[in-house]
């Protein structure tokens, strides 16, 4: 047990869970004002959720022993004789608890980025069932392939240092698969959809910034030269995605983009997530400038097919995701993670990532249909036209943003 | 001259918008508004525990000034677009409008709408 690795985890962890209210406020900023308490509601619940969820059987699922390298086993369910004591497989330094509660927060963000791609027009109760569906069926299965102890993706050498696959490319996947099967908002593609408050999107954005360094740089479990590393990675390549997004909207719009500025740092976040701990400040700037460049690309892509992922998930977290998963086969270095990628003439290392980030998709993908259909048929995943016309806040919640006179 | 003062829910302003255009009338004015009609309000709550009515609800106000020959047109289009059958689809009033002058030009009338 080292005092200075927990004291590290446990502020991790901390700056993690503050990172899913702070998505409420980037998430709430850009939807209209009469739907901004409910997003920020589904971003809340996440915590209350899935934090008792993992206790009870989310945390067992994903870490427990492997049933075939696809699930965990029930040895932990509601943490029995899981004890404070350090566990050697996940983290030898640090109490088993700590690692525990900071995976409990990757648990929490992942179906909150979801929220995005369904936002202002989703029933609360539909939507409460299907995020403990989503969480026990897609989520915890995919963070045991990747890094549960005999994970099928982990034993073929897949590296995601914080999640680039188990919660972008998942999310992300989830995303698109909620954009195919749900209906579009009333008015969609007529209508200006305005973002109510863009400084609550800078307030959610920053936030997450902080908190990606808990992400990120607590990843490493230790501190020390890796979280180090990750620590200067992440925000070296959140700017350089920043930048590229806000050059583009220049050139392409004429001026630059305060929102897009803000989903092209998210972006970058994103990319360097997997890449974190493998890859140096300079590869860094390469992989922002390509996160923002491919989601760009991907949201106008999107827009242009009239797809109503309203916030853009699979655009910034699916394909950010997978562009970081595939950038860490391509830019990791032996001297910083222990693996080398094809820059440093391990071509494998390549491939084995691509094989990572396709089962991701192909599972998170599937099974989010089915259960989005599902959900779909049997309670209805939407509301009445009338009462989306009101607004979420009202017609769900009963309370409203911006009380007046 | 009439001016078309309609108050309506502010969720129809879209498609009455577009409509009016559509239609050729391009010019017009939006305020947000709070009011209050026979429809006694809203119940939101208080933390879940208490419940409060709010009695002056959001609405759009939108006015129109129009030639005589076409208030008709721009009332069918209001009661078409922004009525959904429940309490609360608001109303229109019709005003007389003396003079139209356009500041920029100083046309006046009709050339000046």
């Known amino acids: ?93 640090i109490p088993h608890a700590a690692f525990i509660m900071f995976q409990a927060m990757f648990a929490v963000i992942t179906p909150a980025l979801i929220v995005g791609a369904f936002a202002e027009r989703v029933k609360i109760n539909t939507f409460i069932i299907f995020i403990l569906l989503w969480s026990t069926f897609v989520y915890d299965p995919v963070a045991h392939w990747v890094w549960g102890s005999n994970g099928w993706l982990r034993q073929l050498g897949v590296l995601d240092f914080a999640g680039g696959t188990v919660v972008h490319v998942n999310a992300g996947a989830a995303a698109l698969a909620s954009a195919f099967v749900l209906r579009r908002r009333i008015g969609f593609g007529s209508v200006a959809m305005e973002p109510h ?84 400040h300079l590869s860094a ?40 998963a595939i950038a860490t086969g391509i830019f990791a270095e032996k001297a910083l993670g222990g693996v080398d990628g094809l820059l440093f003439g391990r071509v494998e290392q390549l491939g084995i990532q691509l094989i990572g980030v396709a089962a991701a998709w192909v599972y998170s993908f599937t099974v989010s249909l089915l259960i989005f259909k599902a959900l779909d048929i049997g309670l209805g995943f939407c509301v009445k036209p009338e009462e989306e016309d009101v607004g979420l806040d009202i017609s ?4 409203k943003a911006y009380a007046s006179f | 001259m009439k001016k078309v003062e309609a108050i309506i829910r502010a969720e129809r302003l879209d498609e009455v918008k577009n409509t009016l255009a559509a239609e050729g009338f391009l010019g017009l004015t939006v305020y947000e508004v709070k009011g209050r009609g026979r429809q006694k309000g809203i119940a939101l709550q208080w933390r879940g525990v208490k419940e409060y009515r709010v009695d002056l609800l959001p609405k759009i106000k939108l006015e129109v000034v129009v030639e005589d020959k076409d208030v008709e047109r721009v009332v069918n289009i209001l009661r078409e677009k922004a009525y959904t059958g429940k309490v609360g689809d608001g109303k229109i009033f ?20």
Not at chain 1, 285 to 299: D, E, K, L, P, T
């Open chain 1, 396 to 399: 769900q919640h009963g309370e």
């Open chain 1, 1 to 93: 047990m080292d005092s200075g690795d927990t004291a590290w985890v446990l502020m991790a962890t901390a700056l993690v869970m503050v990172m899913t209210p702070g998505l409420g406020f980037f998430y709430g900023g850009m939807v209209r004002q009469k739907n901004a308490v409910s997003i920020i509601m589904q971003c809340f619940l996440m915590l209350m959720l899935i934090s008792v969820q993992w206790v009870l059987w989310g945390y067992t699922l994903a870490f427990g022993s492997s049933f075939g390298g696809v699930i965990g086993g029930l040895e932990w369910l509601g943490l029995q004789g899981v004890g404070l004591n350090p566990n050697p497989t996940y983290a030898a330094t």
């Open chain 1, 285 to 324: 700037i390469v992989i922002g400038v390509g996160a923002g460049f491919f989601c760009y690309v991907a949201v106008a892509f999107r827009v242009r097919r009239q797809l109503d992922d309203s916030l853009d998930v699979w655009g910034v977290h699916g394909i950010g995701g997978t562009w970081g």
């Open chain 1, 197 to 280: 408050n863009i400084p609550f999107v800078a307030l959610g954005t920053a936030l997450l910034w902080f908190g990606w360094f808990g992400f990120n740089a607590g990843s490493a479990l230790t501190a020390g030269l890796s979280a180090t590393n990750a620590f200067m990675v992440t925000n070296t390549a959140a700017a350089a995605a920043g930048l590229t997004w806000m050059l583009m909207s220049w050139y392409f719009r004429g001026r630059p983009s305060v929102l897009g500025s803000m989903a092209g740092v998210v972006a970058g976040l994103v990319a360097i997530t997997p890449a974190a701990g493998f890859v140096n």
């Open chain 2, 94 to 113: 019709i005003l007389p409008v003396d003079e139209v002058i356009r500041i920029r030009t100083g046309e006046t009338g009709k050339d000046a709408i």
